[in-house]
């Protein structure tokens, strides 16, 4: 059974950092490509930042310059560095699988961004 355990949300103020961490079990994580998406109050769900097992990234616009993903044997990171207000969002990890692209979430953790 698949399972993408969060870490790391909480209330920073504008300017400061944090570092969200997803554990996964029960799949072959290097199969995986993994994603950060967040989703805001009264908005979509967005993807933030995804990286294939091979080492390859991409950002959303809005934050690029600012986050960092990365990935060891089987947790994926996204450090976030100069965080605005706008980066307020429940942050989920996401485990996409490139053959068949079955895909998991975990439970989401809160960021907040607030003085």
């Known amino acids: 059974q698949v399972q993408l355990v969060e870490s790391g949300g909480g209330l920073v103020q504008p300017g400061g950092s944090l570092r969200l961490s997803c554990t996964a079990s029960g799949i072959i994580f290097s199969i995986y490509t993994m994603g950060w998406y967040r989703q805001a109050p009264g908005k979509q769900r967005e993807l933030v930042a995804a990286?294939?097992?091979?080492?390859s990234k991409n950002y959303a616009d809005s934050v690029k310059g600012r986050f960092t993903i990365s990935r060891d044997t089987n947790t994926a990171y996204l450090q976030m560095n100069s965080l605005k207000p706008e980066d307020t969002a429940v942050y989920y990890c996401n485990a996409d699988q490139v053959y068949t692209h079955m895909d998991s979430w975990g439970q989401g953790t809160q960021v907040t961004v607030s003085s």
């Open positions: 990286m294939t097992p091979g080492g």
